[in-house]
């Protein structure tokens, strides 16, 4: 799928489905706050959420006093559900409607979070071009945290394929210029009483 069919895509699904009604959908996103309560960043850190869009990780760090969150998706109606339902919070947060894998800002991050945005990515092209995008945008030294399907996982999700992968597959995309951190499965409930299989990997950007 292209970016333009993505994006398309994205906007109807946002126009159509409740929050609480999306298979991707935590309350609380436990798993994203454990890996960056151990990271130990601080408040000032510069943090970056991929595909956030209407999740509430971004509640979440707020809530956490953390002062320089940005959070990019491609569905504007997603970007603007969630800016109505932070209120006034919304102007602490920087907000970026684009496709990641056209992504250009002359900002480095010190966390790269994605959580079931990477494994949209289908083509080798669109796979580069994340890779280069991560490259461009983490500080060295800066940490990431990204979530997919495993193996085990959905083969597609919200009507279109994805990308499953193990912590092996997922690493090895990163292997150059990372040094891989914690992995590991996690099943992941959806609203509508299924189980989803996720793997998880943090990495720190070394070059």
Request: charged residues 25%; hydrophobic residues 35%; contains cysteine.
């Amino acid at each position: 799928m292209d970016s333009k069919n993505r994006k398309n895509h994205w906007e109807n699904i946002y126009e159509t489905k409740p929050l609480n009604t999306v298979s991707w959908y935590q309350p609380v996103p436990k798993t994203s706050l454990a890996f960056i309560d151990d990271m130990q960043l601080p408040l000032s850190a510069k943090i970056i959420d991929i595909g956030g869009g209407d999740s509430l990780l971004a509640d979440h760090l707020l809530q956490r006093d953390f002062q320089n969150i940005t959070v990019l998706d491609i569905s504007s109606r997603a970007i603007k559900r969630a800016q109505k339902r932070l209120g006034h919070k919304a102007d602490k947060i920087k907000w970026v409607v684009t496709d990641i894998t056209d992504f250009h800002a002359n900002d480095t991050y010190d966390l790269w979070h994605d959580r079931a945005t990477f494994h949209f990515l289908t083509s080798d092209e669109d796979i580069a071009a994340y890779h280069a995008s991560v490259n461009n945008h983490m500080a060295k030294n800066g940490k990431m945290i990204i979530g997919t399907f495993s193996e085990r996982g959905p083969k597609r999700c919200s009507g279109i394929p994805i990308k499953q992968y193990s912590v092996e597959k997922l690493s090895g995309i990163f292997d150059k210029g990372f040094q891989k951190g914690k992995c590991f499965y996690e099943q992941h409930p959806t609203p509508a009483g299924g189980i989803q299989d996720f793997v998880f990997c943090s990495f720190e950007k070394t070059n």
